[in-house]
């Protein structure tokens, strides 16, 4: 039955892990934005961006997760206990994505929504790593953010299980 146990707690550690992974980075500054031209967290017009020119802009660990669909190690990412009123952006684009009443602590060790802003995010199949899963990425600019399951709590049953590095977080004291 421990065997059992074991092994099931492994294949489930595994469905959101993947082979690469940047390192940790705990500030909750994101300087993404800065030297970033095609930043807005207004203008929602698709991005058609090279890797290549990604590569110039975003900081080593952003580009990897999400240009290349690495994955931060788990329980080591800035949004994974993390409980403040506001809203999740794409760290690469400013595109909106999630607003945190839809966060809940899924104990998985990484940030989990049970829901995002449709007009934020798509869906792409994922057949890496020996599984099927669903990818999820920014509508407007293509970057990887995570994958989604059917694990997930009421109302709607699913778990964003998204990496902190892809997010920036705005909260509502912050906003003007």
């Known amino acids: ?5 074991y092994l ?3 294949i489930s550690f595994q469905m959101c892990t993947q082979v690469k992974q940047p390192e940790n ?8 934005s800065k030297n970033n031209p095609y930043y807005s967290r207004t203008d929602r017009t698709k991005l058609t961006v090279s890797n290549a020119e990604w590569r110039k802009i975003l900081s080593p ?10 994955t931060e190690r788990p329980f ?3 949004y994974n206990e993390f409980d403040e009123l506001g809203d999740y952006y794409c760290a690469v684009c400013g595109n909106h994505l999630f607003r945190s009443d839809s966060k809940f602590s899924s104990t998985c060790g990484w940030p989990s929504f049970f829901e995002a802003d449709k007009e934020g995010v798509a869906y792409n199949r994922d057949s890496s790593h020996g599984m099927e899963r669903t990818e ?6 293509d970057s990887h953010l995570g994958h989604i399951f059917n694990d997930g709590p009421p109302p709607t049953g699913t778990r964003y299980c998204m990496n902190s590095v892809s997010l920036e977080f705005v909260g509502d004291s912050e906003k003007k």
């Open 1 to 5: 039955m421990k065997t059992l146990i």
């Open 8 to 10: 099931l707690a492994i």
């Open 25 to 32: 980075n705990l500030k909750m500054d994101n300087n993404s």
């Open 61 to 70: 660990d952003l580009y990897a997760v999400a240009r290349q669909a690495d």
């Open 76 to 78: 080591t990412g800035k």
């Open 136 to 141: 999820v990425v920014c509508k407007r600019c």
